[in-house]
């Protein structure tokens, strides 16, 4: 048995409670974003923030809905393409904020515009890896589903499993 077929998903309840979370932390995030306090409310940010506040609220928007599907239905390639979307569109928000760059660090004796530059390009970096991970997640979620409209295959035969 190979390290992957051994690898077993959590239970469906421990799933289901993870995406309530993350969910959960998006509509937080849009609140004290867009209302009380107010992305305003943080004084390193510039009022350039409002050129990627759109984008930042899609991508929380998105990890949203894709949270909220997936507490009722979350095979793998669901999940996959879940993934693919919200890193997708998380990806075009890092490189949006490096284009815009809405931060002011002021006269630190630190140099905090390089620090936080680096750390966005890693993100990205990170993002690409991540988005070709889900990527072969979802061929292999599909390599192991059978075809829709396919007969039933006889047992033993290109089966995923135990032998």
Same mark, same amino acid.
């Given at each position: 048995?190979?390290?992957?077929?051994?690898?077993?998903?959590?239970?469906?309840?421990?799933?289901?409670?993870?995406?309530?979370?993350?969910?959960?932390?998006n509509?937080?995030?849009?609140?004290?974003?867009?209302?009380?306090?107010?992305?305003?409310?943080?004084?390193?940010?510039?009022?350039?923030?409002t050129?990627?506040?759109?984008?930042?609220?899609?991508?929380?928007?998105?990890?949203?809905?894709?949270?909220?599907?997936?507490?009722?239905?979350?095979?793998?390639? +669901?999940? %996959?393409? !879940?993934?693919?979307?919200?890193? *997708?569109?998380? #990806? =075009?928000v890092? $490189?949006?904020?490096?284009?815009?760059?809405?931060?002011?660090?002021?006269?630190?004796?630190?140099?905090w515009?390089?620090?936080?530059?680096? +750390?966005l %390009?890693? !993100?990205?970096?990170?993002?690409? *890896?991540?988005? #070709? =991970?889900?990527? $072969?997640?979802?061929?292999?979620?599909?390599?192991?589903q059978?075809?829709?409209?396919a007969?039933?295959?006889?047992?033993?035969?290109?089966?995923?499993?135990p032998?």
């Open positions: 048995m190979s390290a992957v077929a051994a690898r077993r998903r959590p239970s469906t309840a421990a799933r289901r409670a993870g995406y309530s979370v993350a969910a959960a932390v509509v937080i995030l849009l609140y004290l974003i867009n209302d009380r306090p107010g992305w305003d409310a943080v004084p390193f940010l510039t009022a350039d923030t050129r990627v506040l759109t984008l930042i609220n899609a991508s929380l928007i998105v990890g949203l809905a894709v949270d909220l599907v997936q507490i009722v239905r979350d095979p793998p390639w +669901l999940v %996959a393409i !879940g993934g693919m979307t919200t890193t *997708a569109i998380g #990806t =075009a890092l $490189v949006r904020i490096w284009q815009v760059f809405p931060l002011d660090f002021g006269d630190a004796s630190f140099d515009p390089l620090l936080t530059r680096v +750390l %390009a890693l !993100g990205v970096i990170g993002s690409l *890896a991540g988005f #070709t =991970a889900q990527a $072969v997640a979802l061929a292999g979620a599909h390599r192991d059978p075809a829709l409209c007969p039933p295959r006889p047992p033993g035969i290109n089966q995923p499993g032998r």
